[in-house]
């Protein structure tokens, strides 16, 4: 390699590095999408009143195992981790090794774990790590576009690795998820963040923090982006 080929890949690898840092987590996940886009149910992360909303149901002071699938860029991970008791265990699983590599990077908390693997095999993966079952399993996956049977065999496993009392709360843009879950699952609550509603948490939290312009921009984008999103489902195990 001559001297003007080493400069020139020095410049690429240095521009390469420099856009990675730049775009950061929302450049991970749309590199995701980008590879896997069947498994990923967004080109962009989940806006902060989407993880609010999926959040609210969950009695933290008596969750030992908080599973997620397909985390992307730990949108949720930080949040959950925030709430759980110094105890407790989240275990997030997805098929993609650059959200996993990610990360395990990323979040340094004792309580996470990261496994790269498929939402289908989550009772061998939580028996794995000492569990019998999850307290509450969260997902984001695509259920519309899964290949195959996957997405019932997702629904079914789930269903089992959930305690009784549990939880499995689903967000996406299609409710097609409801459609595996029905066989599974007792109760099934379906719900929307009410427009009023959402207004006035945003002008709290705009009247709180006095945001700047540029920031309202990106506020505001991010509202947009969650009212996008319609089906935010609560299937909760009833039966033992």
Avoid at 63 to 84: K, N, S
Avoid at 106 to 131: K, Q, W
Avoid at 150 to 179: H, K, M, N
Wanted: proline letters at 5%.
């Amino acid at each position: 390699m001559t001297d003007g080929s080493v400069a020139i890949f020095s410049r690429i690898e240095r521009l390469k590095t420099s856009v990675k840092r730049f775009f950061g987590p929302w450049g991970v996940f749309f590199k995701g999408f980008l590879k896997h886009p069947v498994m990923v149910g967004s080109i962009i992360p989940s806006s902060r009143w989407t993880v609010e909303k999926m959040l609210r149901p969950v009695k933290w002071d008596e969750c030992r195992l908080f599973v997620e699938y397909g985390p992307g860029v730990g949108t949720f991970c930080q949040p959950v981790l925030d709430r759980m008791r110094k105890d407790a265990t989240l275990l997030v699983i997805d098929t993609n090794p650059d959200f996993i590599e990610f990360l395990r990077q990323h979040f340094c908390d004792s309580r996470f774990v990261a496994v790269h693997g498929s939402a289908a095999d989550v009772n061998a993966i939580i028996r794995e790590f000492g569990f019998e079952h999850a307290d509450y399993i969260l997902s984001g996956l695509p259920f519309s576009t899964l290949p195959g049977e996957l997405g019932p065999r997702i629904a079914s496993e789930t269903a089992r690795a959930i305690r009784p009392g549990g939880a499995f709360l689903v967000y996406q843009f299609r409710a097609r998820a409801r459609d595996f879950m029905t066989p599974h699952f007792k109760r099934i609550d379906a719900g929307f963040e009410a427009a009023g509603e959402l207004r006035l948490q945003r002008q709290r939290w705009n009247d709180r923090h006095q945001i700047g312009v540029a920031a309202a921009l990106a506020d505001a984008v991010e509202r947009a982006l969650y009212l996008a999103l319609p089906c935010i489902d609560r299937c909760q195990r009833i039966g033992g």
